[in-house]
């Protein structure tokens, strides 16, 4: 059975405008709640378009999906980060359980290896023995050097000591797994901000980015994890995983608007190749055309 995308729908309610017309915006602002957008955003964004169409008699329906898209672009920034090899660069991926903080560290590491950086993974999620095994299996298969400690260890003592071997190397990027904590939780807050804390004092300036990963299928609670991290430690850039499934991605937009924060990369799958740099363009024409479920 054959299924319209989200963006397929999107494009055919365009086919419905016939000048500003209430139903019209009505429906697009139910679209676009559809598309993770949430309800917030997604009203601010349709009154301020309804506004330009009533305000510039916009009657064409290529007109208005036009505006649409530039006032959703507007939202959303990319970021690329790329390490001094000389220096000492953390990258820190955070995020709660299961949005895919190790897959995406070996990733990030097989990419920026293969750029020439010196890599190491950190295993800082010394909470389950699996997730330091989980990395270590990465490592090994990449032929890239994992710090590990035993489980249940401090977790910023990995980061430390990861710190240390790679600056004792002459330069180079840690990239530190940590634990998918219940971030809400204040000790746990807290453990994150220590963390925080030992990394950005071991890198060198300005070599230090915190990158919050989230799983574009979770929607809203995407949302809700980016303000909360953000609080608790400041987020640099964010990673969306998963974006290969059903998700809609429209989460990215409301969390560019909220809190201003860039997209680093997008990832498509399991393997180690499925990981790009984010296009923009791109990223809104398939919110709004092309994605296919
Ligand atoms: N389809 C898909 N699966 C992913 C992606 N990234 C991670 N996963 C899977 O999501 C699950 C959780 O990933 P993991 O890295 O262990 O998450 P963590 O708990 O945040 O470290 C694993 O089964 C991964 O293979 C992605 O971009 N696409
Ligand atoms: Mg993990």
Same mark, same amino acid.
């Given at each position: 059975?054959?299924?319209?995308?989200?963006?397929?729908?999107?494009?055919?309610?365009?086919?419905?405008?016939?000048?500003?017309?209430?139903?019209?915006?009505?429906?697009?602002?139910?679209?676009?709640?559809?598309?993770? #957008?949430?309800?917030?955003?997604?009203?601010?964004?349709?009154?301020?378009?309804?506004?330009?169409?009533?305000?510039?008699?916009?009657?064409?329906?290529? %007109?208005?999906?036009?505006?649409?898209?530039?006032? #959703? #672009?507007?939202?959303?920034?990319?970021?690329?980060?790329?390490?001094?090899?000389?220096?000492?660069?953390?990258?820190?991926?955070?995020? %709660?359980?299961?949005?895919?903080?190790?897959?995406?560290?070996?990733?990030?590491?097989?990419?920026?290896?293969?750029?020439?950086?010196?890599?190491? #993974?950190?295993?800082?999620?010394?909470?389950?023995?699996?997730?330091?095994?989980?990395?270590?299996?990465?490592?090994?298969?990449?032929?890239?050097?994992? %710090?590990?400690?035993?489980?249940?260890?401090?977790?910023?003592?990995?980061?430390?000591?990861?710190?240390?071997? /790679?600056?004792?190397?002459?330069?180079?990027?840690?990239?530190?797994?940590?634990?998918?904590?219940?971030?809400?939780?204040?000790?746990?807050?807290?453990?994150?901000?220590?963390?925080?804390?030992?990394?950005?004092?071991?890198?060198?300036?300005?070599?230090?980015?915190?990158?919050?990963?989230?799983?574009?299928?979770?929607?809203?609670?995407?949302?809700?994890?980016?303000?909360?991290?953000?609080?608790? /430690?400041?987020?640099?850039? /964010? /990673?969306?995983?998963?974006?290969?499934?059903?998700?809609?991605?429209?989460?990215? %937009?409301?969390?560019?608007?909220?809190?201003?924060?860039?997209?680093?990369?997008?990832?498509?799958?399991?393997?180690?190749?499925?990981?790009?740099?984010?296009?923009?363009?791109?990223?809104?024409?398939?919110?709004?055309?092309?994605?296919?479920?």
């Amino acid at each position: 059975m054959s299924k319209l995308s989200f963006g397929q729908k999107l494009k055919s309610l365009f086919g419905l405008y016939k000048g500003a017309g209430d139903d019209f915006f009505e429906e697009l602002t139910d679209a676009l709640i559809e598309g993770d #957008l949430g309800a917030k955003t997604a009203v601010e964004v349709v009154d301020a378009l309804e506004k330009k169409c009533r305000s510039e008699k916009i009657s064409g329906e290529e %007109v208005v999906a036009a505006e649409l898209k530039q006032m #959703l #672009l507007s939202y959303i920034k990319s970021i690329d980060f790329m390490p001094e090899p000389s220096k000492v660069n953390v990258y820190m991926l955070l995020g %709660v359980n299961g949005v895919g903080k190790t897959t995406t560290a070996a990733k990030m590491a097989k990419l920026y290896s293969e750029k020439g950086v010196n890599v190491v #993974l950190s295993a800082s999620d010394t909470f389950r023995a699996a997730a330091v095994d989980q990395i270590s299996m990465h490592g090994e298969k990449l032929g890239i050097r994992v %710090v590990r400690h035993q489980m249940g260890s401090d977790p910023s003592s990995v980061v430390f000591d990861a710190c240390e071997s /790679v600056r004792a190397s002459g330069g180079g990027l840690v990239i530190a797994d940590t634990a998918g904590r219940l971030h809400n939780k204040e000790n746990l807050v807290n453990e994150l901000k220590k963390i925080d804390r030992v990394a950005s004092s071991k890198a060198d300036e300005g070599c230090y980015k915190k990158i919050l990963v989230i799983d574009a299928t979770t929607g809203q609670n995407a949302v809700r994890q980016a303000e909360v991290f953000h609080e608790a /430690v400041g987020v640099d850039a /964010v /990673v969306i995983t998963k974006y290969d499934s059903t998700a809609k991605g429209g989460e990215v %937009v409301t969390i560019g608007k909220e809190f201003g924060i860039p997209v680093l990369f997008v990832c498509t799958g399991e393997k180690y190749e499925n990981i790009s740099g984010m296009n923009c363009e791109k990223y809104i024409d398939e919110f709004m055309t092309a994605k296919q479920v």
